[in-house]
């Protein structure tokens, strides 16, 4: 990221699964990798989640009007509770910092969801396909499998708010 002022995204991942399907979504031929910031692995889901009630991220969100961030964890087949809690974190926020807040995560795991393609590709290559589906034109048909159907409405939200930043149309 080389500029703090212009549209990008930040995003924090749950664990090195994540983290190589996002350096896959980094690859993307389209994508602008100046606007995308990786953050280290926070080390697990509740680290992920508990960075909404951390100050700092916070002020830097709302300093940095043109930041967006993206949370990407597993949800461990806890999906209601873990949208719940973090509905709960962005409900205590000002709208304009949690309109550019978004969770995305397989169902499960990374590894079951790497699994169920079946087709030996790394999570980097995987992170590539999933990425393709936001790309222009977004046909999203990974993200309809049983694993990650349930990012729909907040990928569609990302998709909208992001896309025309992050990808070169």
């Given at each position: ?22 350096n896959g979504m ?144």
């Amino acid at each position: 990221m080389s500029n703090k002022y212009l549209d990008h995204l930040q995003v924090l991942v749950e664990d090195d699964a994540n983290r190589q399907l996002i350096n896959g979504m980094n690859q993307h031929h389209s994508l602008q990798p100046r606007r995308l910031q990786v953050l280290p692995p926070a080390g697990g889901w509740k680290f992920v989640l508990d960075t909404l009630t951390d100050p700092a991220t916070i002020r830097e969100i709302t300093d940095f009007g043109k930041r967006h961030l993206l949370l990407l964890i597993d949800f461990d087949d806890q999906f209601a509770d873990r949208w719940a809690l973090y509905e709960k974190h962005k409900a205590a926020m000002i709208p304009d910092v949690s309109n550019r807040i978004y969770l995305l995560g397989c169902l499960h795991e990374p590894e079951k969801l790497k699994a169920a393609f079946n087709h030996g590709k790394s999570f980097e290559q995987l992170g590539r396909e999933l990425s393709d589906d936001c790309a222009p034109p977004p046909a999203q048909n990974l993200w309809q499998h049983a694993h990650l159907q349930h990012n729909a409405i907040e990928l569609n939200r990302l998709v909208t708010q992001v896309k025309p930043f992050l990808f070169t149309p």
